[in-house]
């Protein structure tokens, strides 16, 4: 007799009247007194043995009657023993963990134990050789109420899939075929290596008898042949109980079988999700009649749709991550976009977010791609805490306070499970005394959440002193948790809307009402505006404050200024300014122009308690806005990054405290940490010194706020490329490029040898320059001492952030260096006519560089933003729309001088 006890295969099906079916098929010749055994126990003391004798069906059926169903909310699983016998010998032995289901298609829906399937996925590269990371990778993935794993270059291993098996996770296991008839040569037609496809396809399915296996699929990216299909067939008659699924569904001819899955990837979050679109065809053209700008082609399946590959992280835009690492945190609307709209399409069966964890370089053509939501040491990234949001299946749909009483809407997203296992906690304590409200409108009372799946319900809850503890801008924190081990199944900050309304007084020492601001002084190239407490000091001549004070100690150090981030604006030049009485405050009046761009209006209002409400207004435009580029997937919607108003902060001030409107705070040191970091929606941020004095910010949650560091004090740290003190040697070209250089300007060579030198006088140095694919390789030295070699040729994981023809990136950081001892160094820049891997030109580009020094005091300009975007988020990311400088229109916030000891709120 000839048996492969590899190919045991056991199948849990439809549950019949003796109980849930248990199928093991075999392959082999086998005699007359041939018999299987099976010996199935569970957790709970569940035991059954039965034995059959076969025939030459080559299967057999058991019957287990009283299991319970395995599901990814509750992974149920019993120990199964099958052995195939002939007379006393045994032929084959299979031992395994086996979870019992029911698994069928029903029109547009994959139907789990009869009930729909709404996928929360994540892509996942396994690094096989790291068990344990492996493990903590799932265990996160858990936590962030992830119910799907889609693996991505190859399958996934047997013990994986154990995993997935006693933790709940559905998965789609691909073989080992990527880019096969495009990147990778054209075989799937040759019948010679016919075998070559079948054999990892063979070895997949062996490997893969889980119960957490849902989707068999052959592959990505690669184009359809014969020997395909010959796998699909295989797989098909193997296991015909499974859907599969290519990732190129549009390549296979419209005579043959279709997959049972139709896979759709980077589709925009504004496009139906339940369309069987071709992803061959799905990019951004000219023309295209529809508001995405997306040229599609479609075909008319019934299948279910499943977004393989939706909404990517932000590594592919590497610059804005730089420049505001606010964009990983933005990028968690796009996925709670996707995640929503998904949720409620019927047909469409969820979705994948790419990717489960950040490359370590390993895998070719990778490199180290930070495409994840945890890093390469399996720890949580921004990205993490935004998906685990998205996907929390206690979802909060609306919320009300009335008193004190709070009424939250709360949906069910579980599949399989009743709310009434989360605890609802409101600021950290629990509620146990509840108002629900049932589908027919009636209440009743109740000590916990009783939502059905997929269910609504409204509940009301008394919160003594709620009125008083949720003031405007104050935020209430609500959390469902389990009843069983503590998992967190959703949170949320709502936050009490106000109106602005700045603190009376000036501090401890100034009680009461604060003394009236007045005109104090008027020279001839001077405007003075005060009180005992707070000095304004303005210059006629560029008609912009020259420095705010507190009790003498200077906080201000510059402005207002307009803040376009992305649209260069020329040099300031100042027209009026004026200076008006309004009761106790004082009105200013600055007109102006950047040359050659825009001229702008800045009103601001002087408060005696500290408080410049800063409005500014653009009267003319000399320049058009951005305009809308072609990504490769997806659009730009032009405009720009950043649209809001600034001021110069003194130096001396060393801490900055944000809160947002979600209730993440932060904290840092201005002298120790990257104050280039953003914080959207803010409710509270407070810059001071050792003293407490210092500036705030105050918003309603609408407003952005970024710190950044500006030479303004000293502009002669600033050398621009055309400075004199760059010396060039060789064949250098000057190019004017005003899209994002400073100052519309660089210098760049392709000559092996040509050298850039810069002597200075201080303790640091900063370089910077532009990437583009004409760039390649320089050598830096400092001090006569190679320091670096460095390259300008942008990294291939930015190119899905890319549009051909707009691949430059401005303003790098080509290198730097900190605390050299005061006094003269000297930096060199050399050609080395050499490209870097990938690329074929060999320029090296200098922009400008900035010295460090107790010569150059450096100060922080503050940006306060009323608008922002991110334009190079592609492949279906959500986008915010163009944030553009429009004439006539007035945008306005609002800072305060803290003279020391006090705190802003809003009431």
């Given at each position: 007799?000839e048996?492969?006890?590899?190919?045991?295969?056991?199948?849990?099906?439809?549950?019949?009247?003796?109980?849930?079916?248990?199928?093991?098929r075999?392959?082999?010749?086998?005699?007359?007194?041939?018999?299987?055994?099976l010996?199935?126990?569970?957790?709970?003391g569940?035991?059954?043995?039965?034995?059959?004798?076969?025939?030459?069906?080559?299967?057999?059926?058991?019957f287990?009657?009283?299991?319970n169903?395995?599901?990814p909310?509750?992974?149920?699983?019993?120990?199964?023993?099958v052995t195939?016998?002939?007379?006393?010998?045994?032929?084959?032995?299979?031992?395994?963990?086996i979870?019992?289901?029911?698994?069928?298609?029903?029109?547009?829906?994959l139907?789990?134990?009869h009930?729909?399937?709404?996928?929360?996925?994540?892509?996942?590269?396994?690094?096989?050789?790291?068990?344990?990371?492996?493990?903590?990778?799932?265990?996160?993935?858990?936590?962030?109420?992830?119910?799907?794993l889609?693996?991505?270059?190859?399958?996934?291993?047997?013990?994986?899939?154990?995993?997935?098996?006693?933790m709940?996770?559905?998965?789609?296991?691909t073989?080992?075929?990527?880019?096969v008839?495009?990147?990778?040569?054209?075989?799937q037609?040759?019948?010679?290596?016919r075998?070559?496809?079948l054999?990892?396809?063979?070895?997949m399915?062996?490997?893969?008898?889980?119960?957490?296996?849902?989707?068999?699929?052959?592959?990505?990216?690669?184009?359809?042949?014969?020997?395909f299909?010959a796998?699909?067939?295989?797989?098909?008659v193997q296991?015909?109980?499974?859907p599969?699924?290519?990732?190129?569904?549009?390549s296979?001819?419209?005579?043959?079988?279709?997959?049972?899955?139709?896979?759709?990837?980077?589709?925009?979050?504004?496009?139906?999700?339940?369309?069987?679109?071709?992803?061959?065809v799905i990019?951004?053209?000219?023309g295209?009649?529809?508001?995405?700008?997306?040229?599609?082609?479609?075909?008319?399946?019934?299948?279910?749709?499943?977004?393989e590959?939706?909404?990517?992280?932000?590594?592919?835009?590497?610059d804005?991550?730089?420049?505001?690492?606010?964009?990983?945190?933005?990028?968690g609307?796009?996925?709670?976009?996707?995640?929503?709209?998904a949720?409620?399409?019927?047909?469409?069966l969820?979705?994948?977010?790419?990717?489960?964890?950040?490359?370590?370089?390993?895998?070719?053509g990778?490199?180290?791609?930070?495409?994840?939501?945890?890093?390469?040491?399996?720890?949580?990234?921004?990205?993490?805490?935004?998906?685990?949001?998205?996907?929390a299946?206690?979802?909060?749909?609306?919320s009300?306070?009335e008193?004190?009483e709070?009424?939250?809407?709360?949906?069910n997203?579980?599949?399989f499970t009743?709310?009434?296992?989360?605890?609802?906690?409101?600021?950290n304590?629990?509620v146990?005394?509840?108002l629900?409200?049932?589908k027919n409108?009636s209440?009743?009372?109740?000590?916990?959440l009783?939502?059905?799946?997929?269910?609504?319900?409204?509940?009301?809850?008394?919160?003594p002193?709620a009125?008083?503890?949720?003031?405007?801008?104050?935020?209430?924190?609500?959390r469902?948790?389990s009843r069983?081990?503590?998992?967190?199944?959703?949170?949320?900050?709502?936050?009490?809307?106000?109106?602005r309304?700045a603190?009376?007084?000036?501090?401890p020492?100034?009680?009461g009402?604060?003394e009236?601001?007045?005109?104090?002084?008027q020279?001839?190239?001077?405007?003075?505006?005060?009180?005992?407490?707070?000095?304004?000091?303005?210059?006629?001549?560029?008609?912009?404050l020259?420095?705010?004070?507190?009790?003498?100690?200077?906080?201000?150090?510059?402005?207002?200024?307009?803040?376009?981030?992305?649209?260069?604006?020329?040099?300031?030049?100042?027209?009026?300014?004026?200076?008006?009485?309004?009761?106790?405050?004082?009105?200013?009046t600055?007109?102006g122009?950047?040359?050659?761009?825009?001229?702008?209006?800045f009103l601001?209002?002087?408060?005696?308690?500290?408080?410049i409400?800063?409005?500014?207004?653009?009267?003319r435009?000399?320049?058009?806005?951005p305009h809308?580029?072609?990504?490769?997937?997806?659009?730009?919607?032009?405009?720009l990054?950043?649209?809001g108003?600034?001021?110069?902060?003194?130096?001396?001030?060393?801490?900055f405290?944000?809160?947002?409107?979600?209730?993440?705070k932060?904290?840092m040191?201005?002298?120790?940490?990257a104050?280039?970091?953003?914080?959207?929606?803010?409710?509270e941020?407070?810059?001071?010194?050792?003293k407490g004095?210092?500036?705030?910010?105050?918003s309603?949650?609408?407003?952005?706020?970024r710190?950044?560091k500006?030479?303004?004090?000293?502009?002669e740290?600033?050398?621009n490329?055309r400075?004199?003190r760059m010396?060039?040697?060789?064949?250098?070209?000057?190019m004017e490029?005003?899209?994002?250089?400073?100052?519309?300007?660089?210098?760049?060579?392709?000559?092996?040898?040509?050298?850039?030198?810069?002597?200075?006088?201080?303790?640091?140095?900063?370089l910077?320059?532009?990437?583009?694919?004409?760039?390649?390789?320089?050598r830096?030295?400092?001090?006569?001492?190679?320091?670096?070699i460095?390259?300008?040729?942008p990294?291939?994981v930015?190119?899905?952030?890319?549009?051909?023809?707009y691949?430059?990136?401005?303003?790098?950081l080509?290198?730097?260096?900190?605390?050299?001892?005061?006094?003269?160094?000297?930096?060199?820049?050399t050609v080395?006519g050499?490209?870097?891997e990938g690329?074929?030109n060999?320029y090296t580009?200098?922009d400008?560089?900035?010295?460090?020094?107790?010569?150059?005091?450096?100060g922080?300009?503050?940006?306060?933003?009323?608008?922002?975007?991110?334009?190079r988020?592609?492949?279906?990311?959500?986008?915010?729309?163009?944030?553009?400088?429009?004439?006539?229109?007035?945008?306005t916030?609002?800072?305060?001088?803290?003279?020391g000891?006090?705190?802003?709120?809003?009431?």
């Amino acid at each position: 007799m000839e048996i492969n006890k590899n190919l045991l295969w056991l199948e849990t099906g439809e549950k019949g009247e003796k109980g849930m079916a248990l199928t093991v098929r075999f392959t082999g010749r086998i005699g007359e007194s041939a018999g299987m055994g099976l010996l199935l126990t569970g957790p709970d003391g569940y035991r059954l043995e039965q034995k059959l004798f076969l025939t030459e069906e080559k299967e057999a059926v058991f019957f287990c009657p009283g299991v319970n169903l395995w599901d990814p909310e509750h992974p149920f699983l019993y120990h199964a023993a099958v052995t195939l016998e002939c007379g006393e010998k045994i032929l084959a032995v299979r031992e395994e963990n086996i979870g019992f289901r029911t698994l069928e298609k029903a029109g547009k829906e994959l139907l789990w134990n009869h009930t729909p399937l709404k996928l929360r996925g994540i892509c996942y590269r396994e690094r096989k050789e790291d068990r344990e990371g492996t493990k903590k990778d799932l265990e996160l993935f858990a936590a962030a109420h992830i119910n799907f794993l889609r693996s991505i270059y190859g399958p996934f291993s047997g013990y994986l899939l154990q995993l997935c098996d006693e933790m709940g996770f559905l998965a789609e296991d691909t073989a080992p075929f990527y880019e096969v008839g495009q990147e990778k040569p054209a075989l799937q037609d040759l019948p010679h290596c016919r075998e070559e496809f079948l054999k990892p396809v063979k070895r997949m399915l062996e490997d893969g008898c889980h119960v957490s296996v849902l989707i068999w699929s052959l592959g990505h990216d690669c184009a359809w042949g014969a020997n395909f299909r010959a796998a699909a067939e295989w797989i098909r008659v193997q296991d015909p109980l499974r859907p599969l699924t290519f990732h190129l569904p549009m390549s296979i001819p419209e005579e043959e079988e279709q997959m049972d899955i139709w896979p759709v990837h980077y589709i925009d979050w504004r496009q139906p999700f339940d369309v069987c679109f071709d992803q061959m065809v799905i990019f951004h053209t000219p023309g295209a009649e529809n508001e995405i700008g997306y040229m599609t082609a479609q075909a008319d399946y019934e299948v279910p749709v499943l977004h393989e590959v939706w909404s990517p992280v932000a590594c592919h835009n590497r610059d804005e991550i730089l420049h505001d690492p606010a964009v990983r945190r933005f990028w968690g609307e796009s996925i709670s976009r996707f995640w929503e709209k998904a949720y409620r399409t019927s047909g469409c069966l969820g979705g994948a977010v790419l990717a489960g964890t950040d490359e370590d370089g390993r895998f070719e053509g990778m490199g180290k791609y930070e495409w994840g939501i945890l890093d390469r040491e399996h720890k949580p990234k921004p990205e993490y805490r935004e998906l685990r949001k998205a996907y929390a299946p206690a979802a909060v749909l609306s919320s009300r306070l009335e008193g004190e009483e709070l009424t939250l809407e709360v949906e069910n997203r579980f599949l399989f499970t009743d709310l009434s296992v989360c605890r609802l906690f409101v600021n950290n304590r629990e509620v146990r005394d509840m108002l629900v409200q049932g589908k027919n409108g009636s209440e009743r009372r109740t000590d916990g959440l009783t939502g059905e799946p997929g269910g609504r319900q409204k509940v009301t809850v008394r919160l003594p002193g709620a009125g008083k503890q949720t003031a405007a801008g104050e935020r209430m924190e609500i959390r469902f948790e389990s009843r069983d081990n503590g998992r967190c199944y959703g949170e949320y900050s709502l936050i009490r809307r106000g109106e602005r309304k700045a603190e009376e007084g000036s501090g401890p020492e100034n009680k009461g009402k604060a003394e009236a601001f007045s005109i104090r002084q008027q020279e001839e190239d001077t405007l003075l505006i005060g009180n005992r407490i707070f000095t304004f000091l303005f210059s006629r001549k560029d008609c912009l404050l020259r420095e705010a004070s507190i009790k003498g100690r200077r906080v201000l150090a510059g402005g207002p200024m307009l803040n376009c981030t992305g649209f260069l604006p020329g040099d300031w030049k100042g027209k009026t300014i004026d200076a008006k009485q309004d009761g106790e405050k004082v009105l200013v009046t600055i007109t102006g122009s950047y040359e050659g761009t825009i001229d702008v209006r800045f009103l601001l209002t002087l408060s005696p308690d500290g408080t410049i409400d800063t409005s500014y207004e653009v009267l003319r435009l000399y320049r058009h806005m951005p305009h809308k580029v072609k990504a490769q997937i997806g659009i730009s919607p032009g405009g720009l990054l950043e649209k809001g108003g600034s001021w110069l902060l003194a130096e001396g001030l060393e801490t900055f405290c944000c809160t947002d409107a979600e209730g993440a705070k932060a904290r840092m040191s201005l002298a120790a940490d990257a104050p280039w970091q953003s914080w959207h929606h803010i409710c509270e941020a407070v810059i001071t010194d050792q003293k407490g004095l210092g500036v705030a910010v105050y918003s309603d949650g609408s407003d952005s706020v970024r710190l950044q560091k500006d030479p303004m004090l000293s502009p002669e740290a600033v050398v621009n490329d055309r400075d004199g003190r760059m010396h060039f040697t060789g064949d250098w070209h000057r190019m004017e490029d005003a899209c994002g250089n400073y100052r519309g300007t660089e210098t760049l060579s392709r000559k092996k040898g040509d050298c850039m030198h810069l002597s200075f006088m201080g303790t640091g140095i900063r370089l910077y320059g532009p990437l583009d694919i004409n760039y390649g390789m320089c050598r830096i030295c400092l001090d006569g001492q190679e320091a670096e070699i460095a390259g300008q040729y942008p990294d291939k994981v930015d190119f899905p952030g890319m549009s051909r023809g707009y691949e430059k990136r401005y303003g790098v950081l080509l290198f730097e260096a900190h605390g050299l001892p005061e006094g003269e160094h000297s930096l060199t820049v050399t050609v080395l006519g050499e490209a870097q891997e990938g690329a074929q030109n060999t320029y090296t580009s200098i922009d400008y560089a900035v010295v460090e020094g107790i010569r150059y005091p450096e100060g922080i300009r503050l940006h306060v933003n009323q608008d922002y975007n991110y334009p190079r988020l592609v492949r279906g990311c959500y986008m915010r729309p163009a944030a553009e400088l429009v004439p006539g229109r007035k945008e306005t916030f609002r800072i305060r001088l803290l003279s020391g000891g006090e705190k802003g709120e809003w009431k």
